[in-house]
């Protein structure tokens, strides 16, 4: 077999997921069908979650240096009154970043592949396009062709991932059916560079629930502002796309005075969820496995998040240091999870393009002190490896500041990591557990309080960083061990 995993498409779940195989150090074959990173609008916004997953794989102060910090969303009615509120905390979060960034995606893709050099055993190609793929339930044998040079060729592996994208090839090839959650509108989506200061416009995201033409307008970094707005059904994609056309929509925020129109395309935004992720030896991630609205901007989030939680288990099938039946957690875990956030994008979605009444805000999120104010969610895992009796497992464990000044993620590398308070860990001899990183906690004040905050005395954490278990006495923490042990060898 020529290379562990071969990767379809170098979007940015491809890139992600090819650096953090790289640190794994798998031999990885990423084939791409362009020449080129596509530059139309997409992406603007991640969040702190992701840039915990950019730090695991070294690029978030690179990633940081080209981001803003986002100080969250406002839902206006068709006159400017505030129907919905959702602000983003000020400051480093429990994940040690902020909790909303503003980006340019094709600068974070420029990132993610060029952090890829670094690894001698990851290979790229460019103007590739997988045109045949065949399980041969030892390996997986891919063919392609050179869009260039019409050349064509075939590579052998242990597993394929498509982060092929929403029209992917390898969900064909696996015969996934969507799962489709019933949101499909088509939206304009224009990017304008600023000619000169307009301060007015505002730091945050607004969503204007004006019934006669719902839009969105973002504050990108530097002089970047987008807006996205809806379509009718009776007006035509070409048409509306036209300068002349999307200056008249613009028209009451900027002129051309005030900016130039740098990139315009019509999409149409869908909600659905490929209703299996894995076939065999072929797996999918990124917008090849699901779809949403951009609404809470979570599309790309959701397929970094992806990557984060099927690369170190690859490795461990990869490598012989786990059944591959360790995969099937991949769909079981993500799939609720990435469904809560596509149902939140559509129901929102929803109020943004119906007539957001007040009322009808405040049904869909309200608070309890009778205000329509509405916090960032934070799902655990669907079924998988964790103990589903455990209301603690299954979650990101924060990111506590080390009392050095470091990060507790680049002290746990990438492998499991447990988190114990001495006490517990004199009950019971240390060398049962050095197959895991140990920190104790009586050193480290920050990770003390996140145990405390969390009432437990121990937690197991996994290498993207989610909780396997936790333990309160050693017998619980003996049952932690064998429990990870599942995975074979851990570390
Ligand atoms: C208007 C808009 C706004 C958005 N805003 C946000 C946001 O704010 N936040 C957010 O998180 N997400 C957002 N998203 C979603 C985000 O852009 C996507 O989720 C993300 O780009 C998907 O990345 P991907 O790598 O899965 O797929 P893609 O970026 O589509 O990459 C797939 C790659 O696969 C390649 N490929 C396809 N077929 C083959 C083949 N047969 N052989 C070889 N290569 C192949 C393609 O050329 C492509 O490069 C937005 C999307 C849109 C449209």
């Not at 498509?162 to 224009?190: I, K, N, P």
């Not at 205000?371 to 969610?377: E, F, K, V």
Request: glycine share 8%; hydrophobic share 40%.
């Amino acid at each position: 077999m020529q290379f562990d995993v071969v990767i379809i498409g170098l979007g940015p779940v491809g890139a992600a997921l090819a650096n953090l195989l790289g640190l794994f150090g798998l031999k990885t074959m990423v084939l791409e069908r362009e020449a080129a990173i596509y530059n139309l609008p997409r992406a603007v916004h991640f969040d702190d979650e992701v840039m915990r997953i950019f730090q695991a794989i070294g690029v978030a102060e690179e990633v940081a240096g080209v981001a803003r910090i986002n100080p969250g969303m406002r839902f206006v009615d068709a006159d400017g009154t505030l129907l919905l509120d959702w602000p983003r905390p000020e400051g480093i979060g429990p994940n040690g970043w902020n909790s909303s960034y503003r980006f340019h995606q094709p600068d974070l893709e420029q990132i993610l592949r060029r952090s890829l050099d670094r690894f001698g055993h990851v290979t790229t190609r460019l103007n590739t396009e997988c045109t045949a793929i065949d399980d041969r339930g030892s390996h997986v044998e891919v063919h392609y062709r050179n869009n260039r040079t019409g050349e064509t060729g075939q590579i052998s592996a242990g597993y394929l991932v498509g982060c092929d994208g929403a029209r992917s090839f390898v969900r064909q090839t696996m015969q996934a059916a969507m799962d489709d959650l019933g949101f499909r509108e088509r939206w304009l989506v224009v990017d304008v560079l600023l000619k000169r200061p307009r301060p007015d416009l505002g730091d945050h995201t607004v969503q204007f629930c004006d019934p006669a033409r719902p839009s969105t307008y973002v504050r990108c970094p530097e002089n970047r502002r987008r807006w996205e707005i809806s379509l009718r059904d009776d007006e035509d994609a070409d048409e509306i796309s036209t300068s002349g056309s999307v200056w008249q929509l613009l028209a009451k925020w900027l002129t051309p005075q005030d900016a130039e129109l740098e990139r315009k395309a019509v999409y149409e935004f869908r909600s659905v969820v490929a209703g299996e992720w894995r076939n065999g030896r072929l797996l999918l991630a990124g917008d090849a496995a699901h779809q949403t609205p951009p609404f809470m901007g979570q599309g790309l989030c959701a397929g970094i998040r992806d990557v984060s939680n099927l690369a170190w288990k690859l490795a461990r099938c990869s490598t012989g240091c786990a059944d591959d039946s360790l995969l099937d957690t991949y769909a079981s875990e993500r799939i609720p999870h990435v469904r809560q956030y596509i149902e939140t994008a559509v129901r929102l979605g929803g109020l943004i393009n119906t007539s957001a009444t007040q009322e009808a805000l405040q049904a869909a999120f309200p608070q309890a002190d009778g205000s329509a104010r509405m916090a960032s969610i934070a799902p655990p895992l669907g079924p998988g490896l964790h103990n589903a009796q455990d209301p603690r497992a299954g979650r990101l464990f924060p990111q506590a500041a080390l009392a050095n000044g470091g990060r507790l993620d680049d002290k746990c590398g990438t492998g499991f990591a447990l988190i114990v308070d001495e006490d517990l860990l004199a009950e019971h001899e240390l060398d049962r557990y050095e197959k895991f990183l140990v920190q104790t906690t009586r050193s480290e004040p920050e990770i003390r309080r996140c145990l405390d905050q969390m009432n437990a005395r121990a937690v197991l954490l996994r290498p993207d960083r989610y909780i396997l278990g936790t333990a309160d006495t050693t017998t619980e923490l003996k049952h932690l061990v064998t429990q990870a042990s599942k995975t074979k060898k851990v570390s």
